[in-house]
């Protein structure tokens, strides 16, 4: 069996022929601005992967998911982002529309029958703000909520069918509370701005989109019983962000793993290192893995969010690791040859920049194994 041949037989399942015209296009054509990969997932059917098949999606179980997002990866990492964060909000309608009686179960067929992508305008990219806080406010208008802020960077900015995001709403008790909205990307007071600097993953369109008094129906709003100072995970957000921290690691391990494949297909460094490499890739694949299947048996809460932190944690240091030493026995004319490897090498370091950053979750983790409930930094 060759090296990611699971996870590219996932994708070529769920998106026939998709994988095939991403190797034949050049990484520096799909990881700048405006590139074909973000068409390409859309023709392919990408955008209801995660919706399940009663909604007419295409139904992917966690497991599955994760090995679609390591071969997006390992082919293009702005395009693995991009349906990372794609994904992350369509799972947080899935796991509404288990327990809700409302119109999730619209939007979700919506987002099939018409290939809709989703941005995800939650608090990512805040400096020292934690991953629940609100990017942006809400007031009441009738039914319906008056929506204004910005959030930055935000993906899919340029692409977006729909932006779903966190937001503050006052209630009659004079008490923040946190709710989701849905905002179709043509509404009024809606306005995208230049924001990412980086030549790195800047094929996923992470600009800054900005909210001016945008009113959104009552019909595209979820509240939540939490406050927005209060960082304890509900079901729905835990069930939501395990969804993210499998995707998003599972993407970026792609992107290491490109850079072990393309050690693999040299043939020159000594089998021992070659070896290595397979082994640590696949030692992190199996941890999510292996996460991703409880998750599809059910597992939800603290405790499973915990689990899937580790996951992510140790995943992340593998990354570091298979990266770095891809890239030395790949060598210095590979490196110099042309931009890829620099490029893979760079791009594979971003995990570390999303939430909940280790940093932040540290003492967390430490309350938690000693008893305490998990929150959220």
Known sequence: MEFMAKERAALERFMPGLDDMLA????ADLERPGNPGLPAFKAAGGPKLLVPAEYHGLGATPVEAIRVQRALGSRSPSLAIAATMHGFS???LVEVSQTSTGFEWMLLEAIARENLLLASGFAE???GAAILSPALRAVRRGDNLVVSGSKKPCTLSRSMDMLTASVAVTDDEGRDRLAVVLIPAGSPGIEIRPFWNSFVLAGAESDE???????VSRHLVV???NTTDDQRLDDLQSGTFLWFELLVSASYLGVASALAERVLAAGKADAVERAALVVEAEAAMTTLEGVARAMGDGERGQDMFATALCARYAVQDAIGRIARRATELLGGMAYIGSGDVAYLSAASTALMF?????TR???????????????VA
């Open 24 to 27: 034949t296009i050049p990484l």
């Open 361 to 375: 979750m540290s003492q967390q983790l430490c309350d938690y194994f000693a008893g305490q409930p998990l929150r």
């Open 354 to 358: 999303h939430p909940p950053s280790r």
């Open 125 to 127: 990219g805040r400096t």
């Open 223 to 225: 509240m939540t019983d």
């Open 209 to 215: 989109v900005v909210l001016k008094d945008v009113e």
């Open 90 to 92: 369509v799972a947080g």
